[in-house]
């Protein structure tokens, strides 16, 4: 459920009902630095959700940071946002997109969305030396008429410092996270 395979044929795959449809929870056109959303975090593919708010933390030409506000304590700064924004935009993006071409844009933002949420951190069980830094799933391409745990946008999900490991034990540190968020970030992408 974590990674497609393959891309999908054309826009018209997608199953979008926007104007007078459901609702939908990534908010049209690119939001502001502070602007929050609800997005549905559930590792169910359609239902049930699991709804988290997230704030915009820094808004890049190709990409979007959110931060889960249920995240641990101690997150990234401001200036480590506007960062990773700023490799993303001019590192990952042209690699990725040169590739594979760029995504759809179903949620008129022209970005993709990155959710730093602990939700991803849960992903790893207790006491273990492995780790989950990141997923994209592919029912967040597909409009709440036809997965109501949609999203409706492209977005993937990240790993989030958590360096008193409130999440199963597991202390992931500021530095680690910023270490692996990068790579994360072009993998998740290229789905």
Request: aromatic share 10%; net charge negative.
């Amino acid at each position: 459920p974590y990674h497609s395979a393959g891309r999908l044929a054309s826009p018209s795959a997608l199953v979008r009902t926007r104007s007078g449809g459901p609702r939908h929870n990534i908010t049209d056109g690119v939001p502001v630095v502070g602007a929050t959303m609800s997005l549905n975090v559930s590792q169910s593919f359609c239902t049930p959700t699991d709804m988290r708010t997230g704030t915009v933390k820094a808004v890049g030409t190709h990409i979007i940071l959110m931060e889960d506000n249920s995240n641990p304590s101690g997150g990234f700064s401001t200036a480590q946002y506007d960062s990773i924004a700023a490799t993303f935009d001019t590192l990952v993006f042209p690699a990725v997109a040169g590739e594979f071409g760029a995504p759809f844009d179903i949620d008129s933002n022209s970005r993709v969305i990155a959710l730093y949420t602990a939700a991803v951190n849960d992903l790893t069980p207790p006491a273990s030396s492995s780790y989950v830094g990141g997923f994209f799933y592919s029912r967040d391409l597909f409009s709440t008429g036809s997965c109501a745990g949609s999203n409706e946008g492209e977005m993937f999900y990240m790993l989030v410092p958590d360096s008193t490991g409130v999440v199963n034990g597991n202390s992931r540190t500021k530095s680690f996270v910023l270490q692996v968020t990068v790579g994360t970030i072009a993998h998740e992408y290229q789905h």
